[in-house]
């Protein structure tokens, strides 16, 4: 399909300045960003007149568990590790490749509401994830999330999906992984560092999430944090990307570095499990780039990422105790051209020849006005009621409340109901 969407205020990058002019769609790539008076005749299938409304990149959730959706408001005010092996650990017993495809499906209608086109999702029966997210045509990573609990022969499992989703598609990228290093054996660990470092993929984990996971682990391993274990296993010989890292150190940090391991910080789901504060301000002074998650909604409980990004520079402010600590540029970074590059993809920015993964923000609503700094009004002052529209892949799936992702939203909920129901009922709650 062929896109113009024009009399918009484009917003290119994290660190440009918002320029009048319009983006020209075709074949799911950006053709022209720019000046209406220096663009060139564009036959389009379709014109949108964006009314003077902000139009950007995308947004990036960089840390999801997409289906577990599934468990939203039933395994809350707990501490994590009660939260995990209580309540998810027993609802996920039982899940089928069905129950993920409609838990995937609610929170792709989340997704494409509030903005978000490109998402690392970590969760079970990845082509069930993938049919889903292809209804909406999200930028997708999937990040295998096995244990030792889990059943089978799960190396040759990560085989078998990297080899076939590696090659799939320039939208969709497969990341070896593992839950995280507590809830695996050393031996399993070590087959994934091997694959990954055999193959050249990149590697993905939680990581360094809690206080008594770094605590146990130094226990374990004769004194090594999760990263300094990790990495002397060869588990980031090519790179990664590390969910949470709440209490990795400034040591811990600069092996990261070295490693290319890209943090990615999951703010909301952090303060709701009461874990802590991951120390973005020392990430950004080392010259790490951060990209932004949500976590899954069984324990966020939403996937917003404009919250996620006043989060992550607000809470820094605090931690600081520095108003100009992280500025909002730095958090509009983080959700778009950051967590883009963390992932693999082309995108993150509204530039000719990048993915066309735009959104829609409404300017003319009472909470972005007046328009003094229309980047700082999107970190602290937006909400995703400011969502107008969102493209992915060059297809408009959100737009003023219709959904264009494949199945309709009554469908959704009616079979999502009936699975949280059964699955409830076979956890004993």
């Excluded at 990040?143 to 078998?160: F, M, Q, R, V, W």
Aim: charged letters at 20%; a negative charge.
């Amino acid at each position: 399909m062929k896109l113009r969407l024009f009399h918009a205020k484009i917003l290119s990058a994290p660190d440009a300045e918002p320029f009048d002019g319009e983006l020209h769609i075709e074949g799911g790539k950006i053709v022209y960003a720019g000046s209406t008076d220096s663009a060139k005749d564009f036959s389009a299938d379709r014109e949108v007149d964006c009314g003077g409304n902000l139009l950007m990149s995308g947004f990036c959730n960089a840390h999801a568990h997409s289906a577990m959706c599934l468990f939203r408001g039933i395994a809350d005010d707990l501490p994590l590790e009660d939260w995990l092996y209580d309540r998810i650990f027993p609802l996920e017993k039982n899940l089928t490749q069905d129950d993920v495809y409609w838990g995937t499906m609610l929170q792709i209608a989340e997704y494409v509401r509030n903005g978000i086109t490109c998402v690392a999702d970590m969760y079970f029966y990845p082509e069930a994830v993938v049919a889903a997210a292809k209804n909406a045509d999200l930028c997708l990573a999937l990040c295998y999330p096995s244990n030792s609990y889990a059943k089978g022969d799960i190396l040759a499992e990560i085989e078998k999906n990297y080899l076939l989703y590696s090659t799939m598609s320039d939208r969709i990228h497969y990341f070896p992984g593992l839950h995280a290093e507590y809830s695996c054996e050393e031996s399993l660990l070590m087959k994934v560092a091997d694959f990954a470092i055999e193959t050249g993929a990149r590697t993905c984990i939680h990581l360094s999430e809690t206080l008594k996971e770094v605590g146990d682990c130094t226990v374990r391993h004769g004194g090594l944090t999760p990263p300094q274990y990790l990495h002397k296993i060869g588990f980031f010989e090519n790179g990664g990307i590390a969910a949470h890292c709440v209490y990795a150190d400034k040591d811990d940090l600069a092996l990261l570095k070295q490693c290319g391991v890209v943090p990615v910080i999951n703010s909301g789901s952090n303060l709701k499990l009461a874990s802590g504060i991951a120390p973005v301000y020392s990430m950004l002074g080392m010259g790490m780039l951060p990209a932004l998650g949500t976590d899954g909604t069984a324990s966020n409980n939403a996937t917003s990422i404009l919250r996620e990004m006043y989060l992550y520079s607000c809470l820094q402010k605090q931690t600081m105790k520095d108003a100009s600590a992280v500025p909002a540029e730095a958090a509009i970074s983080a959700a778009t051209k950051d967590g883009y590059a963390a992932l693999g993809f082309k995108g993150g920015t509204l530039e000719e020849g990048q993915f066309a993964d735009a959104v829609l923000i409404d300017l003319h609503a009472p909470n972005m006005r007046p328009l003094s700094d229309v980047r700082k009004n999107l970190v602290y002052s937006a909400d995703n009621a400011n969502v107008l529209m969102t493209v992915s892949g060059g297809k408009i799936v959100y737009e003023r409340g219709k959904y264009f992702i494949g199945e309709s939203l009554d469908k959704i909920y009616s079979e999502c109901e009936k699975r949280k129901n059964r699955l409830m009922a076979q956890a004993g709650f």
